[in-house]
C-alpha cells in the first residue's frame, strides 16, 4: 500500500468523521457551554465537577486562563482514556477542544453580558445548569465532548465496570470537594444541585442519538481467540474437541 493511497484514506476517513452538520453542532454546544461558564458560573462563584470545575480551580487559585487550562486538562484525561474511547472520539473531541478554547477567548474579551448571580446561588446553579446541559449535550451527542469529563467518566466506566453515572459522579464530587478550599460549603450545594440537574439535562441529547464510536472491548472478552486463530479440531475436520 502506498503512502498515497493511505493519503486518500485518510482524508476520506475524515470526511465522513467531520461532517458540515456534526461541525456546525459541535461549534453550537462549545459556544453554549463555554458562554454559560463564563457568564454565570465565573460570576458567581457557582462551580463545576469534572474537568470544568478544576479549569475554574486553577483560574481561582493560578490565575490560568480557561483558554489555556482547558486544553492542557483536556489532552491529559484523553491520553488516559486513549484506548477505551478509540480514534474517531479523540479526532472529534480535539476539534470540539479547541473550539472551547477558542470561545472561551472571545468571551474573555467583552465583560459578562448577564448580571452576577452571586447574591441568588440557586437561580446561578439553574441557570448555569441549563447552558451547560443543553451545550455538553449537544456536543457529546454528536460524538465530542465539552471537556474531560466525558474522557475520564468513561475511563472509569470501562475499567472498573462502575455504571457510566456513578463515574461522572465520583468525578465531579472530587473536585467539589477540593473546591471547598476556595468556595464556601453554601456554595457547593448549591453547585452539587447544578451538578445534578446538568446530567438531568443533557442526557435526552446525549442518549436519543449518540453511538459509540468505539465497538471494541477495553479487554479480551473471556475465553475468546484472536480472528487469525483456528481451533484445532477444526483443523483436523473433526465437528467438536
Known sequence: MTFKTLLQGAKRDLREIFTLRRLLFILLGTAICSFGIYNVHDQSGITEGGALGLILLLNHWFGLPSSIATPIIDIICYALAFRALGRHFLEISAFSTLSMAMFFRIWEHFPPVLPSLADKPLLAALLGALFIGVG??????????????????????KVSGWRLSRAYLISDLTVLALSLTYIPFKKIFFSLIKVLKVIMLSAPFIWSGRRDLNTRPFGPEPNALPSCATPRWSQRGDSNP
Open 136 to 157: 455538553v449535550g449537544i456536543v457529546v451527542k454528536n460524538g465530542g465532548s465539552c471537556g474531560g469529563d466525558d474522557a475520564l467518566a468513561l475511563f472509569i466506566h
